[in-house]
């Protein structure tokens, strides 16, 4: 669908809908995750948005986690329009060492102080799921209580497509 709006594009998003904002009963983990939307913070159960201000962010917490996301969204913005940056931005999104994660990880070690959190990491290879942690190699283990298979380092706090 077209909108009627020929600007909309330039103008600030709408606010996420609420059918798309966590409503678990318990307080979960949370994921920091880009999913193409502004807030990268999802529950680990149910993969939506846990709202920001539910966690009673420091406002360099908040600039951390917003340069971060820019950042991330940035790079995987190069990576999907598949053109000559294509194969530099997978190389950043899927080495665990990269800039783009390491500042993740560190985000992540941060939120931790006020819930636990993990980190997001997709791997580079697209058709087989991991079975070893991209960044201490030691076993993931499985992680069955949300709405799809997810794979967990509890070492390195890192959480994956499982």
């Given at each position: 669908?077209?909108?009627?709006?020929?600007?909309?594009?330039?103008?600030?998003?709408?606010?996420?809908?609420?059918?798309?904002?966590?409503?678990?009963?318990d307080?979960?983990?949370?994921?920091?995750?880009?999913?193409?939307?502004?807030?990268?913070?999802?529950?680990?159960?149910?993969?939506?948005?846990?709202?920001?201000?539910?966690?009673a962010?420091?406002?360099?917490?908040?600039?951390?986690?917003?340069?971060?996301?820019r950042?991330?969204?940035?790079?995987?913005?190069?990576?999907?329009?598949?053109?000559?940056?294509?194969?530099?931005?997978?190389?950043?999104?899927?080495?665990?060492?990269?800039?783009?994660?390491?500042?993740?990880?560190?985000v992540?070690?941060?939120?931790?102080?006020?819930?636990?959190?993990?980190?997001?990491?997709?791997?580079?290879?697209?058709?087989?799921?991991?079975?070893?942690?991209?960044?201490?190699?030691?076993?993931?283990?499985?992680?069955?209580?949300?709405?799809?298979?997810?794979?967990?380092?509890e070492?390195?706090?890192?959480?994956?497509?499982?």
């Open positions: 669908m077209v909108s009627p709006d020929p600007y909309f594009k330039l103008r600030p998003p709408q606010p996420t809908p609420e059918d798309e904002i966590c409503k678990c009963e307080v979960k983990p949370i994921k920091l995750m880009q999913a193409l939307g502004y807030n990268p913070l999802h529950c680990i159960d149910c993969n939506l948005e846990v709202p920001p201000e539910s966690l962010l420091s406002e360099s917490l908040v600039e951390d986690i917003a340069e971060w996301a950042l991330y969204q940035a790079i995987d913005t190069l990576w999907l329009d598949s053109g000559a940056y294509e194969s530099w931005a997978k190389d950043q999104l899927s080495d665990i060492d990269s800039p783009v994660n390491q500042r993740g990880l560190d992540r070690k941060k939120l931790e102080r006020i819930r636990p959190c993990y980190y997001w990491y997709e791997s580079a290879d697209d058709f087989e799921a991991a079975t070893i942690c991209p960044s201490c190699q030691r076993p993931l283990t499985p992680y069955r209580q949300g709405i799809f298979p997810q794979l967990i380092c070492s390195c706090k890192i959480i994956m497509a499982g």
